[in-house]
Structures are given as structure tokens and as C-alpha cells.
């Protein structure tokens, strides 16, 4: 039993730790990149509209904070998991089975010319 556990147990350990800490911090670093780059658009169209009203202001919703929370959220070993199971996989694969709609929304029988 033993000689099984030495020999088995680094395998275990390293499977563990791809499925657990490495793959949910991947995720992670993946999804809120993409979520800051959008975010970051958006707060230039937002800041471009402020500027060009005369009583125009914009509050950014990207700020220091927002990329050294995003970093620890995909860093630290349990959080990292919570959060790309709670936070940022319901985006990203709501986003894949919406292209996948699209991509397989053809007709079968094209609609009439009128």
C-alpha cells in the first residue's frame, strides 16, 4: 500500500492541481482580460460623449483597483476557482453557445422572395 501510494501519489497531486488552481486561473486571467479590454472601450466612448456635451461627465469603471482585484482573483488557489466557476465561465460559455447559434442558425428551407 505504501509503495503504491509513493509511487501514484505525484501523478494524483499534479492532476489536482491543473483541474484545481492552474485551468480556474487560466480561465480567470483569460476572461477578465476580455472583460477590461471591453470595459476600457467602453469607458473611451464614454469619456469621447462627456467630452463633447457641454455638462458631460463620466465616471471610468476601469480603474487600478479593478486590474489589481481582477490579478488576485485569478492568483489566489481557492478563490481563483469560485470565481471562474461563479464569475467567469457563465460569460464566457454564454458567449460561445450564442456564436455556436449563430453559426448553426441557417435555414434549411430558404425563405421566399416576395
Known amino acids: 500500500m505504501i509503495d503504491w501510494l509513493t509511487q501514484y501519489m505525484p501523478a494524483w497531486n499534479s492532476l489536482l492541481a491543473l483541474f484545481l488552481y492552474w ?3 487560466v480561465v ?3 476572461g477578465y482580460a476580455i472583460r477590461i479590454i471591453n470595459d476600457t ?15 458631460g461627465f463620466y465616471v471610468p469603471s476601469v480603474t487600478v483597483g479593478t486590474l489589481v482585484a481582477c490579478t488576485l482573483l485569478s492568483i489566489i488557489p481557492i478563490v481563483n476557482l469560485w470565481s471562474a466557476i ?4 457563465p460569460e464566457v460559455t454564454s458567449s460561445i453557445i450564442s456564436w455556436f ?9 430558404p425563405s421566399r422572395k416576395k
Open 86 to 89: 461563479f464569475d467567469v465561465s
Open 41 to 55: 472601450a467602453g469607458d473611451r466612448k464614454k469619456r469621447g460623449a462627456a467630452e463633447a456635451s457641454d455638462k
Open 28 to 30: 480567470c486571467l483569460i
Open 23 to 25: 485551468l480556474p486561473m
Open 101 to 109: 447559434g449563430r453559426l448553426l442558425s441557417v435555414p434549411l428551407v
